[in-house]
């Protein structure tokens, strides 16, 4: 593989709400037993990337911890391995990220030091299973300055959230709106790019001169008809987790079969390993249409939900059209429905917390 | 290379012939236990919980899944530098060449091994119970009382006593007397098989009774110990501690970490048990599942009933089949509308739909009366059964059987089918 990897992990998307308080949203747990960060990293290693750097900058302890070793994505190698950036303050620089584009510049010294001729930047909070090799394909006989994978959305996908792209015949990118009021076509930008490591250099360089410091905006939308952007379409399972409600929804699809097994099966994601024993069910546990991940201890009911790792359900509590995030402790009795549970809360006995079906409800009681 | 102060050998030999079809194709130490576990994963998380980061695994019966589970020692942080973990099997040498004849004669052939750590003491430990121990703290209570050897007793029944080694130790637990399963036992300090050594003293032992022939530590090293007159100490343990060495002992630990708070507790966060689990799925409980007392590896896929039973990693349990009271190892496919009881199924089975396991009158096994004989049927590591048949209990089933093997779509409780193992 001819390329290198960026995960731009340092966002908080603003639509996951008060979720983000405690991580960025990269780290957010997937489908009970993935991070978001996962399927950057996985759809990297399996795609023979050797070399992934992960940028971070908002609240980024909770994804450090999980990033802890790189050798669940078999990157601890000699040649190659996982890099984490953050912003760091030195004499000629005491500013934060300030941008997608500046956070690249910022570790220029990265990509200077790489031999491979390209970049792959992938966003950190991007649910799917890609594989580059396909794209770099496209890129090198479309003979492009830089390729972005796109998706053609339904139409019930609400598109102000994303970058709405329109192509030409031959797939080049010939207009690029980010999060547009009105989208003029359904087609969205993944936020996948490949582009030489030598043009995005100089791209950097440029913007920073300028003061511009985003990737999208200062780069992307800039140069497109300077620079020779084309369209990659992607066709299998995306869903980019920034709002409460994609979050939700996409950890709802991995109670489908299909979904889950696409994700399971090989070249699978990949995520840490926790030496967690198994699920474990005492007398008065009913479990209907659930993933349920290794060391919970379940003795209540639960429906149409997901727990993530470590939840403990004490007796008669009922968890209906929920996901639970790690290591929460429901006592007995209580009742959570259509919600979304923070990680190491605590839920009384007497707790009732119920969201509605189209706005679930966010459970934070610790600050 | 730096000097270790204490080393362990891990002996993982041995076949474990009462665990029947189980340990067809593997060592006891490797079969699978409590789901997403294998047997040796308690002594290898015992010795990097208590501090030990070197330990020799002696391996000569079937180690293939052994090895492969091993591998260079990862999920027990032993891949390191200087020491970790390594797999001793016998090998030829220039002169007399032998297996493993016995179990100090398996850590005698690893002298060289034991010798390149330099150790001032080493811990010698079996691949075959159930059990968490802090090694550092009988360490402690060997140095604090000169010991030259401690051997790890635990107080047994004393009807049971006459099938250990036993200690009879002062009020001190200095042990003045030892007997290798004694007839008429004189105390039921039973010894575990886990000894602490003095370096320079077991080398010493060893060397003199290189000759013995089947040379063990309770037959002829412990003794030999004595006779010369050594300080050895008893250190007692009175926790959880259990032989899985027959068909219903080994079933009835697995149904006991079923209890709501289990006497031996895989959730506790301060001792934690690792394995070579490559898989972090969740489980997926379908719409018409339902789960009730048991615990469920993870990756597994349930659509069926599941009461009182032990799961491993990636099992699928399909629509309308029921399991009551049974072990099922990771990779196995139960199909549609199966009915199991109370049976052991080991890894990557193929169980058809419709079929009833554990069926019938309890009459004990025919060839083998002493391995299946309590009401337990066994079904072998990668066993095919076509759908529909019943299987009685007590019997046993190894590789692929197709519907010409069964009469009457049937196989009567006490009889077997092993088509697979040569």
């Known amino acids: 593989m001819k390329a290198a990897g960026i995960i731009l992990a340092g966002g908080s998307s603003i639509g996951l709400k008060e979720l983000t308080t405690k991580r960025a949203s990269a780290a957010m747990p997937v489908g009970a037993a993935y991070r978001a960060v996962d399927f950057g990293l996985s759809n990297m290693t399996n795609s023979g990337i050797k070399t992934v750097a992960v940028l971070t900058q908002y609240n980024s302890r909770s994804l450090h911890e999980h990033l802890n070793s790189s050798k669940w994505w078999n990157f601890g190698r000699k040649q190659g391995g996982l890099f984490t950036f953050t912003p760091t303050i030195t004499k000629n620089n005491n ?84 999060k547009p009021m009105k989208a003029s076509s359904n087609i969205a930008s993944m936020g996948i790019y490949i582009i030489k490591k030598d043009l995005l250099m100089k791209l950097l360089q440029e913007s920073h001169d300028e003061e511009r410091y985003d990737l999208v905006q200062d780069i992307l939308i800039r140069y497109k008809d300077v620079e020779k952007i084309y369209g990659y379409e992607f066709d299998g399972y995306w869903s980019n987790i920034n709002t409460v409600d994609s979050y939700y929804r996409c950890n709802m699809d991995f109670l489908k079969k299909d979904i889950r097994h696409y994700f399971e099966k090989e070249p699978a994601i990949k995520s840490k390993t926790e030496d967690l024993p198994s699920a474990k069910f005492n007398e008065g546990s009913v479990v209907k249409n659930a993933l349920i991940s290794s060391g919970c201890i379940i ?69 | 290379m730096e000097n270790k102060e204490v080393i362990a050998m ?61 591998g260079i020692g990862i999920p027990w942080d032993l891949d390191v530098n200087n020491g970790g973990v390594t797999v001793l099997p016998p090998y030829e040498k220039s002169g007399d060449t032998s297996w493993y004849t016995g179990t100090a004669n398996a850590i005698y052939q690893n002298l060289a091994y034991m010798e390149s750590y330099h150790p001032e003491y080493v811990i010698i430990l079996s691949g075959d119970h159930i059990y968490k121990m802090d090694y550092a703290q009988m360490l402690d209570f060997h140095k604090e009382n000169k010991a030259q050897v401690t051997i790890a007793a635990m107080p047994v029944p004393m009807h049971e006593a006459s099938r250990f080694g036993i200690c009879i130790a002062d009020d001190k637990f200095r042990i003045i007397d030892f007997e290798e399963k004694p007839e008429k036992p004189r105390s039921n300090l039973a010894s575990m098989g886990i000894y602490i050594f003095n370096w320079d003293v077991l080398k010493d032992a060893l060397i003199r009774k290189k000759d013995q022939s089947n040379c063990d530590f309770g037959k002829h090293i412990i003794p030999y110990c004595f ?46 048990t690792y394995t070579n689990a490559n898989s972090c799925q969740p489980t997926f409980y379908g719409v018409d599942s339902s789960v009730y007392k048991c615990i469920i590896g993870e990756g597994s896929d349930i659509d069926g009933d599941v009461e009182n039973s032990v799961l491993g990693v990636g099992v699928t349990v399909e629509k309308g089949a029921k399991i009551v009271d049974s072990i099922i190892m990771s990779g196995t496919h139960v199909g549609a509308d199966a009915v199991i009881n109370k049976a052991i199924i080991a890894e990557k089975c193929e169980i058809g739909a419709g079929c009833k396991i554990g069926a019938g009158i309890n009459t004990p096994n025919v060839e083998k009366p002493s391995i299946y004989n309590s009401g337990i049927t066994t079904i072998g590591q990668g066993s095919v059964i076509p759908p529909g048949v019943t299987i009685g209990k007590n019997t046993a089933i190894l590789g692929e059987t197709t519907l010409s093997d069964y009469e009457n779509m049937s196989l009567p409780s006490g009889q077997n089918i092993i088509k697979a193992g040569d």
């Open chain 2, 10 to 70: 891990l002996l993982a030999g041995g076949q474990g012939s009462r665990l029947g079809v189980l340990t067809q194709s593997m060592a006891k130490p490797a079969v699978p236990f409590g789901g997403k576990y294998r047997i040796i994963d308690f002594p290898l998380s015992n010795c990097v919980n208590s501090g030990i980061d070197t330990v020799g695994v002696l391996t000569q019966y079937q180690p293939l899944e052994l090895n492969a589970h091993i």
């Open chain 2, 227 to 272: 006779q010369q007159d050594m300080r050895v100490f008893a250190y007692k343990f009175d926790a959880y501690w259990k032989d899985v060495g027959t068909l219903s002992s080994y079933w009835e630990a697995n149904m006991e970490l079923i209890d709501i708070v289990p006497e031996f507790n895989l959730y506790d966060e301060s001792w934690k």
């Open chain 1, 95 to 178: 500013w934060w990220y300030r941008g997608t584009a500046d956070s690249l510049y910022q570790n220029m010294d990265f990509l200077r030091k790489r031999h491979e001729p390209y970049v792959v930047i992938y966003p950190g909070d991007c649910v799917c299973k890609f594989d580059f090799n396909k794209m770099l394909k496209f890129h090198e006989e479309k003979g492009a300055d830089i390729s972005i994978a796109v998706k053609h959305m339904e139409d019930s996908e609400d598109l102000r959230r994303l970058g709405i792209v329109e192509m030409d015949q031959d797939k080049r990118i010939r207009q690029f709106s980010e």
């Open chain 1, 299 to 367: 003795n209540g009911e639960i429906e149409n939900s997901v727990l993530c790792k470590k939840v403990f359900v004490g007796k008669g509590a009922v968890i209906k059209n929920s996901i639970v995030l790690n290591e929460t402790y429901i006592e007995d009795g209580a009742v959570i429905e259509n919600c979304i549970v923070e990680s190491h809360e605590r839920i009384p006995g007497n707790a009732e917390f119920i969201g509605e079906a189209e706005e679930p409800k966010i459970v934070r009681l610790k600050n």
